[in-house]
């Protein structure tokens, strides 16, 4: 079994905040933003104005394409994850008129091979198994790494 590093620890239990970005409580991408920035130096964009909520599935799936396409991610091949890297997860939503959807509206952050951190709302950050968890594993849909760019015309969105 891999061990988990002892930083992870001190996100579990981090109370699910629509459009948290802090200790106080972070939707999904706000775990992940609050991850990347303290442990791997990594500054990605709050994206809290792109989306208003993260029960707006349409701004939410939009948000993330946006982000997808900026240039500033590379695709990550299954079992060539690192810690750091984004895990890209389905969920659900409930759109007025519409019924349920399902799509790329939700992520998590890769601790250690098998292993990542995610938020979701009536739940506080957890660890969870994403190669054994039959119920995450199903629900993964890609790996996604930052890559390290000079400071430039990337906006910060929403800080």
């Known amino acids: 079994m891999t061990s988990l590093p002892s930083w992870a620890a001190g996100y579990v239990g981090i109370p699910f905040l629509?459009?948290?970005?802090?200790r106080a409580g972070c939707d999904c991408w706000g775990l992940?933003?609050?991850?990347?920035?303290?442990?791997?130096?990594i500054q990605l964009p709050s994206l809290a104005?792109?989306?208003?909520?993260?029960?707006n599935a349409a701004r939410v799936g939009a948000a993330v394409e946006a982000e997808r396409r900026s240039g500033a991610w590379d695709r990550i091949d299954?079992?060539?994850?690192?810690?750091?890297?984004v895990v890209e997860m389905s969920g659900a939503a409930r759109v007025p008129g519409?019924?349920?959807v399902f799509g790329p509206l939700h992520v998590g952050v890769v601790v250690t091979s098998g292993w990542l951190l995610h938020v979701e709302r009536g739940t506080a950050a957890v660890l969870a198994r994403y190669r054994e968890d039959q119920a995450i594993r199903r629900r993964v849909l890609g790996f996604w790494r930052f890559r390290r760019q000079e400071p430039?015309?990337?906006?910060?969105?929403g800080d």
């Open 98 to 100: 519409s019924g349920w």
């Open 78 to 85: 299954a079992g060539e994850e690192q810690p750091f890297d």
């Open 32 to 41: 992940v933003r609050l991850v990347l920035g303290e442990q791997a130096g």
């Open 18 to 22: 629509d459009l948290g970005r802090n």
């Open 152 to 157: 430039g015309p990337r906006s910060q969105g």
């Open 49 to 55: 104005t792109c989306y208003g909520s993260e029960a």
